[in-house]
């Protein structure tokens, strides 16, 4: 083994030794804006900091509740150092989300992602999903710009044997973020098929409990009350299962609410938590966030929320 290999090798067995654990409580993290409407990355990285003070397993930024599609190509870039350099040195792992408009796209923020060497990437499918070929081509070209962990997120018609045969072809393939017909029973179908792929769900983890039961590696919720989530993680993995229904079901009024008002809901809660200094939304929804929303939102979060 000459010099060049030597040194890779030892690079590669450190990467590995440090390795964190891709499981459990990974929240979406939400996108801070300034009072001018600009891309707060100061904010961005006190919310990392405060995620991980809450105990969750990991963070992933930028996906659908962080309203990637309403960021700038350089908003996405700096966003993402902005991510790491929060977490560096702190337990939470970092999936940072790759997904663009079209393949060149993907593949440039992957690039990106392999340069600042996330615990893990993820990627949302191209905007033609029907088109298992088109976005078998697409996952593959992100697989081949960045060698670190890759999360397929389904959606759609994206059957389990699809990503199955995905999982065959890109060697970094080892998680799916399954959000593709019947949750519950997919999450039992890959236990069955597939066990050597960890399932992650989303949809606020409305389902959590069952999930958990069908063997599902974690959850993808919003990251305003991840304390919460924890706190049911931890009851489940200690084998409290009614001490983790009650807490879930705070967690359930906090979903409720959140579905209703949407994600100006989210930032208005981790407002009162002095993690965010307004609740600007590039998105829809925040004309709708009145008084009376606020109020509710306050009142259930109070109700909610841990105490210590």
């Not at 804006?33 to 006190?46: A, K, M, P, R, V």
């Not at 992100?142 to 995905?166: E, S, W, Y």
């Not at 931890?234 to 967690?251: P, T």
């Amino acid at each position: 083994m000459n010099r060049r290999h030597f040194l890779f090798a030892c690079a590669a067995a450190a990467l590995r030794a440090e390795a964190k654990p891709l499981k459990g409580i990974f929240p979406i993290v939400q996108t801070p804006y300034t009072g001018s409407n600009h891309l707060d990355t100061e904010t961005l990285g006190i919310e990392i900091q405060f995620l991980d003070r809450c105990g969750v397993h990991g963070v992933v930024w930028p996906q659908l509740a962080s309203e990637w599609s309403e960021l700038t190509p350089d908003e996405r870039m700096d966003g993402a150092a902005a991510v790491m350099d929060a977490a560096k040195g702190r337990r939470v792992a970092v999936v940072l989300g790759v997904q663009g408009p079209d393949q060149e796209a993907a593949v440039r923020y992957a690039r990106h992602a392999a340069k600042l060497g996330p615990d893990a990437i993820i990627a949302l499918p191209p905007r033609d999903a029907a088109n298992l070929d088109r976005v078998a081509g697409y996952y593959r070209a992100i697989g081949k710009a960045c060698g670190r962990p890759l999360f397929v997120q389904t959606i759609g018609n994206m059957p389990i044997d699809f990503v199955r045969r995905l999982a065959r072809d890109i060697s970094t393939l080892r998680f799916v973020k399954d959000e593709a017909g019947h949750t519950l029973s997919r999450i039992s179908e890959y236990s069955r098929v597939a066990p050597e792929l960890g399932v992650f769900t989303g949809a606020h983890g409305r389902t959590l409990l069952d999930e958990l039961e069908r063997g599902a590696s974690g959850t993808m919720p919003a990251s305003a009350f991840g304390d919460l989530y924890v706190k049911v993680w931890d009851l489940w993995q200690a084998g409290k299962r009614e001490a983790a229904m009650e807490v879930f079901s705070r967690v359930a009024l906090l979903v409720h609410q959140m579905q209703a008002y949407g994600l100006p809901a989210l930032k208005y809660i981790l407002h009162l938590r002095g993690v965010f200094p307004n609740w600007r939304c590039r998105g829809k929804g925040e004309d709708h966030f009145d008084s009376a929303a606020e109020r509710s939102v306050r009142e259930t979060y109070e109700f909610a929320r841990l105490k210590s």
